[in-house]
């Protein structure tokens, strides 16, 4: 029997971390990593479903002169290119997987469809979310908890590249302060850059936790489902 204390969860991976050390593209290595934790998961009776992003390939808003809207697909097009990605690292451990696009593209995915993913998940198959939630505007932060809303996941996990919350670029500051639990309305109130205001918004309605924390350990992703105390928390007070 499993002890993990999430059924069933969305993982929200940023493109960045993806990278890993580099700044640039897709690292092989934390690939694979990743994918090892998500059988693990599986492993473990948790049902995953995944939100890629896209900023190791192209952000929206890095379009500078471009059309916003035209940038914003460039940008969904390369959450497909990381959804692909980690499909091929998990189906190489025999860890079945559906990928599912908001953008109609028949030949690489399916439509999202409700219904659909949630079957899949039943059946144990991990299913990952690309192309954000089809509109430009919109951040791959919002897809994670408009799905989570509508499959009604537990939680969203956000495997970052920081080990939490803090209030201020602890890159840039030493003395930043980290934040072991926030509110919906702190995290908006004090722009914190968890994730934007209309993803916080949903989950703040939808009474989603959201737990942030550091993918370069990808055991973190263990540690999470498990409920040991990482990160930083976000919930109710």
Avoid at 143 to 164: H, P, Q, S
Wanted: a neutral charge; glycine letters at 8%; one cysteine or more.
């Amino acid at each position: 029997m499993s002890d993990a204390k999430y059924k069933r969860v969305i993982l929200k991976i940023s493109g960045e971390a993806l990278a890993g050390d580099k700044s640039f593209g897709l690292n092989h290595d934390t690939l694979l990593d990743i994918a090892k934790r998500i059988k693990h998961l599986r492993e473990l009776q948790v049902e995953v479903a995944i939100v890629v992003g896209g900023g190791n390939f192209w952000r929206g808003r890095s379009g500078e002169g471009m059309d916003r809207t035209t940038a914003d697909h460039m940008g969904m097009l390369a959450t497909v290119i990381n959804a692909l990605a980690l499909q091929d690292a998990l189906e190489g451990m025999n860890v079945e997987t559906r990928v599912q696009t908001a953008i109609e593209m028949r030949q690489i995915a399916e439509l999202y469809i409700r219904r659909r993913a949630i079957r899949h998940l039943e059946k144990g198959r991990v299913v990952i979310f690309a192309s954000g939630i089809g509109n430009a505007y919109f951040s791959t932060d919002t897809t994670a908890a408009l799905r989570a809303a509508e499959i009604e996941a537990d939680i969203i996990l956000m495997a970052k590249k920081v080990d939490g919350v803090y209030d201020s670029d602890p890159v840039k500051n030493k003395e930043a302060k980290k934040y072991d639990r926030l509110s919906y309305m702190e995290v908006i109130s004090k722009g914190l850059g968890v994730m934007d205001a209309t993803a916080a918004s949903l989950c703040r309605d939808n009474k989603i936790p959201i737990l942030v924390f550091d993918l370069k350990n990808p055991d973190n992703i263990i540690k999470a489902i498990m409920g040991e105390e990482i990160g930083t928390v976000v919930k109710e007070d």
